[in-house]
């Protein structure tokens, strides 16, 4: 069973709006830092937003700071991303992460679970 499951991708125009989600099976993700990383065809994983369990403190990643917005709810178990104002260099697979024992919240190896991946395409 994989513990995260991404859904809402899809295809949008440029300038605008879209929301994918994240939910989390089982009580593991308690206490778990969530993030959102995407990868565009050829390119690194790339940090995109990051929030933590008790204060839901985010982080962003700076190509998306001022239009993309992460929240949580952890009744729900359930991590959110509402992307606006996107533009064509948005496109990519994005995914959701969980860690537990997260320093800087931009490095994909300090995330422990992740879900399979979402496509979004941002057309021009």
């Known amino acids: 069973q994989v513990p995260l499951v991404e859904s809402g991708g899809g295809l949008v125009q440029t300038g605008g709006s879209l929301s994918v989600s994240c939910a989390a099976s089982?009580?593991?993700?308690?206490?778990?830092?969530m993030a959102w990383f995407r990868q565009a065809p050829g390119k690194e994983y790339e940090f995109v937003a990051a929030?933590?369990?008790?204060?839901?403190?985010?982080y962003y990643g700076d190509s998306v700071k001022g239009r993309f917005t992460v929240s949580r709810d952890n009744a729900k178990n359930t991590v959110y991303l509402q992307m606006n104002s996107l533009k064509p260099e948005d496109t990519a697979i994005y995914y959701c992460?969980?860690?537990?024992?997260?320093?800087?919240?931009?490095?994909?190896?300090?995330?422990?679970?992740w879900g399979l991946g979402t496509q979004v395409t941002v057309s021009s």
């Open positions: 089982g009580s593991r993700f308690g206490n778990s830092v």
């Open positions: 992460a969980a860690g537990q024992t997260i320093l800087t919240m931009s490095k994909v190896e300090e995330y422990e679970y």
């Open positions: 929030i933590t369990w008790k204060s839901h403190t985010t």
